[in-house]
């Protein structure tokens, strides 16, 4: 050990500057990387160019485009518009019509206008565009959360002592390849009545343990903004409910979906949190940017719930520099959650060894306020169960060994309660 005491002022700057540099090249392989990553800040002019693009191929205008309704209307679900976007063989447009006869698809014009037109392994396009993966799928089950058999009312999960889910549609603005609520996305558009919401508004008021409420569906924000606020006020009269939450895509899919009218709406049902799910760089565009920040204006705090997936965003750098994206928009990283073995999505699955590593790239590597937890769901709906790289080596009455994000060991003093 030095003696600090012992030394001077200058051989102390010294081994600081030392330290410091030692701390730099702990993280020199992400910064010689972290620009060459493509965000939907750095791939602008491209975005801008495809959307020209569309609005020609769709005869519509800018204005069109910034209203969600249209969005919604001319989602695109036809191979040949498709192709007139992005370069696609013969053989693709085949596998498409092949998988959409099974799994629905349909695309937003502004997540279209994220997708590299070239590039077949874009990852916007990987979560957009049907491959065969889809219906060559041995292995996958359509429920492995069980989630038909927790629901005690109509429209609730509920799969925890204090909190629930309520399902209010299974529209959403995009439909992702790696959804793991697929067996709900019929072809038909469906909104749940108003009359079944209030039987699930009944089983809320008649359980006083449920201080939580989660608004999903398919997606929260596919509801009217009128419905929204009938279904929040309803929520705000509950004693017990203490906090409600909104589960939606559309500020990554959909971002015009985020109007000024909605926040205000939004504003009045507080607490009230949002969590979406970016699950790659390129999404976060400067439009997603300014939805998030007008909900964060409305005094929502949003939280990030991506899904680790193969081939988009199943390396530690690229998770990183998604993290830090999102952090610059105010969204705070929530789960990285594990691909499940939803039917039709295996293709997308990793081993649980990537998930642990990018959870040990992140701790130390990077500010604590850009990891989020590491989840894989237990099988049956037992529930979310939270996976870390161990750095408790031992453990006893005297001591802990305890192990460093730097990989170091070191002894820590234990004591008695
Ligand atoms: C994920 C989930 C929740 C919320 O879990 P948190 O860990 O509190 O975010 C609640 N109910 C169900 C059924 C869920 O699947």
Not at 55 to 70: H, R, S
């Given at each position: 050990m030095t003696q600090t005491n012992k030394l001077t002022e200058q051989e102390k700057r010294a081994l600081a500057e030392k330290r410091a540099s030692e701390l730099r090249n702990r993280i020199a392989d992400y910064l010689e990387v972290k620009d060459s990553i493509t965000t939907g800040f750095n791939a602008r002019e491209r975005i801008k160019r495809q959307k020209k693009l569309i609005l020609d191929v769709l005869g519509a205008t800018e204005d069109q485009w910034t209203d969600w309704k249209w969005q919604i209307r001319n989602r695109i679900y036809d191979v040949d518009v498709l192709a007139a976007i992005v370069n696609m063989s013969p053989r693709e447009k085949e596998i498409i019509r092949e998988v959409g006869s099974e799994f629905r698809w349909a695309i937003s014009p502004y997540y279209a206008s994220l997708m590299d037109p070239t590039d077949i392994n874009c990852p916007v396009r990987k979560q957009a565009i049907p491959c065969i993966n889809e219906v060559e799928d041995p292995h996958g089950v359509l429920d492995p959360m069980g989630e038909e058999l927790t629901s005690p009312a109509p429209a609730i999960t509920r799969r925890y002592p204090d909190r629930l889910i309520v399902n209010?549609?299974?529209?959403?603005a995009m439909y992702c390849r790696h959804c793991q609520r697929r067996r709900n996305i019929g072809e038909v558009d469906k909104n749940v009545p108003r009359e079944l919401l209030s039987k699930a508004l009944d089983y809320i008021r008649a359980n006083e343990e449920i201080r939580d409420v989660l608004i999903t569906g398919?997606?929260?924000?596919?509801?009217t903004d009128n419905t929204l606020d009938w279904l929040l006020g309803e929520l705000d009269e509950i004693?017990?409910?203490?906090i409600k939450r909104l589960g939606s895509r559309t500020p990554v899919t959909m971002p015009q979906r985020i109007t000024p009218a909605l926040c205000s709406m939004l504003e009045r049902h507080h607490p009230l949190y949002v969590n979406s799910q970016f699950n790659h760089p390129l999404e976060v565009t400067p439009e997603a940017a300014e939805a998030c920040g007008r909900l964060a204006q409305a005094g929502i705090p949003l939280g990030n719930q991506a899904v680790l997936l193969k081939g988009i965003n199943d390396d530690y750098n690229v998770m990183k520099k998604l993290n830090h994206e999102l952090l610059r928009i105010r969204v705070k990283p929530y789960y990285i959650f594990h691909a499940k073995n939803v039917k039709g999505t295996t293709h997308f699955g990793t081993s649980i060894e990537k998930g642990l590593k990018i959870m040990e790239k992140l701790r130390g590597h990077t500010s604590g306020m850009a990891i989020p937890t590491y989840i894989v769901n237990a099988p049956k709906g037992l529930g979310k169960t939270p996976l870390s790289p161990d750095y408790l080596v031992s453990l006893s009455p005297e001591k802990a060994v305890i192990r460093t994000w730097e990989d170091k060991l070191q002894d820590y003093p234990n004591k008695e309660d």
């Amino acid at each position: 050990m030095t003696q600090t005491n012992k030394l001077t002022e200058q051989e102390k700057r010294a081994l600081a500057e030392k330290r410091a540099s030692e701390l730099r090249n702990r993280i020199a392989d992400y910064l010689e990387v972290k620009d060459s990553i493509t965000t939907g800040f750095n791939a602008r002019e491209r975005i801008k160019r495809q959307k020209k693009l569309i609005l020609d191929v769709l005869g519509a205008t800018e204005d069109q485009w910034t209203d969600w309704k249209w969005q919604i209307r001319n989602r695109i679900y036809d191979v040949d518009v498709l192709a007139a976007i992005v370069n696609m063989s013969p053989r693709e447009k085949e596998i498409i019509r092949e998988v959409g006869s099974e799994f629905r698809w349909a695309i937003s014009p502004y997540y279209a206008s994220l997708m590299d037109p070239t590039d077949i392994n874009c990852p916007v396009r990987k979560q957009a565009i049907p491959c065969i993966n889809e219906v060559e799928d041995p292995h996958g089950v359509l429920d492995p959360m069980g989630e038909e058999l927790t629901s005690p009312a109509p429209a609730i999960t509920r799969r925890y002592p204090d909190r629930l889910i309520v399902n209010v549609t299974n529209q959403c603005a995009m439909y992702c390849r790696h959804c793991q609520r697929r067996r709900n996305i019929g072809e038909v558009d469906k909104n749940v009545p108003r009359e079944l919401l209030s039987k699930a508004l009944d089983y809320i008021r008649a359980n006083e343990e449920i201080r939580d409420v989660l608004i999903t569906g398919g997606d929260a924000l596919m509801l009217t903004d009128n419905t929204l606020d009938w279904l929040l006020g309803e929520l705000d009269e509950i004693p017990h409910v203490e906090i409600k939450r909104l589960g939606s895509r559309t500020p990554v899919t959909m971002p015009q979906r985020i109007t000024p009218a909605l926040c205000s709406m939004l504003e009045r049902h507080h607490p009230l949190y949002v969590n979406s799910q970016f699950n790659h760089p390129l999404e976060v565009t400067p439009e997603a940017a300014e939805a998030c920040g007008r909900l964060a204006q409305a005094g929502i705090p949003l939280g990030n719930q991506a899904v680790l997936l193969k081939g988009i965003n199943d390396d530690y750098n690229v998770m990183k520099k998604l993290n830090h994206e999102l952090l610059r928009i105010r969204v705070k990283p929530y789960y990285i959650f594990h691909a499940k073995n939803v039917k039709g999505t295996t293709h997308f699955g990793t081993s649980i060894e990537k998930g642990l590593k990018i959870m040990e790239k992140l701790r130390g590597h990077t500010s604590g306020m850009a990891i989020p937890t590491y989840i894989v769901n237990a099988p049956k709906g037992l529930g979310k169960t939270p996976l870390s790289p161990d750095y408790l080596v031992s453990l006893s009455p005297e001591k802990a060994v305890i192990r460093t994000w730097e990989d170091k060991l070191q002894d820590y003093p234990n004591k008695e309660d």
